[in-house]
């Protein structure tokens, strides 16, 4: 595997100033590297500034201090070369599956037959073939995520970001949703920092896991997950994956027992 970094974050620190009323600390001092190709999770307790910081490295939100670099580059602002998912879809309801997958690269002015080749490349990818000519209503929400994912793909970006993609979804759609999502990146080896609130599926999914501690959010503990790739969903019944879950649990609940005496 490359050893290349790819997206480092230096120092980032995130207050929220408000007016009459206390600034809120959201972020102190993060420090972490995602490798090119490697697939990173960060889990925390409610709180502990993980949405805030996938929106500084998305260039949505400015830092109160720190730097984020791409490839050695500072960035501060959206580009091209990071794609966000989100919780909830944002697809136009008013275009077709090929449409909206092939919506970032025609806004890049891409030629309409060369966008609608790659975004088929994509939805085959994000097994929706068949689906080119629907649209987001004839879809479950299953499905509508792994259109929002081909799209963030058709962009080629360097850096996919997810934030509680699959939170939405019930529990059986969001285990098929985490295995498709594997078959995705063992396909198309992208970079992937992934937030959730759901330890196995940052465990199934990550190369590393990294646990934020309550608010401030710092970096509490990175955790290497070592099973072996290509995984299936049969992996979570192994003791390696109880044994890792089982350490995540305890370092969270200790953060969320140490937030709730704060209060
Ligand atoms: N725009 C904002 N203005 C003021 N406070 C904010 C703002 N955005 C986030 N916060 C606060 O910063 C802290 C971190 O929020 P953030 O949403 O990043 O946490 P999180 O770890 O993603 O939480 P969750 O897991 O519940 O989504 C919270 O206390 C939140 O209320």
Redesign the pocket.
Known sequence: MSTAVRLKIEAIDKV?K?RDKPS?E?LRNIDMEVAEGEFVSIV??????????LRIIDGLITPSGGRVLVDGRPVDRPGPDRAVVFQQDSLLPWKTVIDNVAYGLTLARVPKADAHRTAQRFIDVAGLHGFEHHYPHQLSGGMRQRVNVARALAVNPKILLLD?PFAALDAQTREIMQAELLSIWQETRKTVLL?T?QIDEAVFLSDRVIV?SA?P?TVREEIRVDLPRPRDLHVKRSPEFSGLVDHIWTLIEAEVRAGLRQG
């Open positions: 929220f408000r809120i959201a925390g307790a409610s709180g502990s500034g993980k949405s805030t910081l509680e937030i609130h934020f608010r959010g």
